[in-house]
């Protein structure tokens, strides 16, 4: 089992920055990915960067340029910073987790608001 509890949402002004936190416990040796996902109202959940054990990272092209996926191996954490946020940014964060064994697991989510 993988436990994921996410953090760092809230409101933020257009050009703003916000760094959340997925904090992983449990069984987490077997997490082969970590993921960022989000969900706006009335939108499907949408990948916006994932990074893997070996590293390598990804990014959806909305996040490019402006968000960096990173990892703290020591406190089992993976971090999305997000730069020069938009309006359309505004969605509920949810942190993904997927074992070598291609279990998921989910967090909470974390709402993220951009307004002015």
């Known amino acids: 089992q993988v436990q994921v509890v996410e953090s760092g949402g809230g409101l933020v002004q257009p050009g703003g920055s916000l760094r959340l936190s997925c904090a992983t416990s449990?069984?987490?040796?077997?997490?082969?990915?970590t993921a960022w996902y989000r969900q706006a109202p009335g939108k499907q959940r949408e990948l916006v960067a994932t990074i893997a054990r070996g590293g390598s990272t990804d990014y959806a092209a909305s996040a490019k340029d402006r968000f960096t996926i990173s990892r703290d191996n020591a406190k089992n954490t993976v971090y999305l910073q997000m730069n020069d946020l938009k309006p359309d940014d505004t969605a509920v964060y949810y942190c993904?987790?997927?074992?070598?064994?291609?279990?998921?697991?989910w967090g909470q989510g974390t709402q993220v608001t951009v307004s002015s």
């Open positions: 993904n987790a997927v074992t070598s064994t291609t279990a998921e697991y």
């Open positions: 449990g069984i987490i040796f077997w997490i082969a990915k």
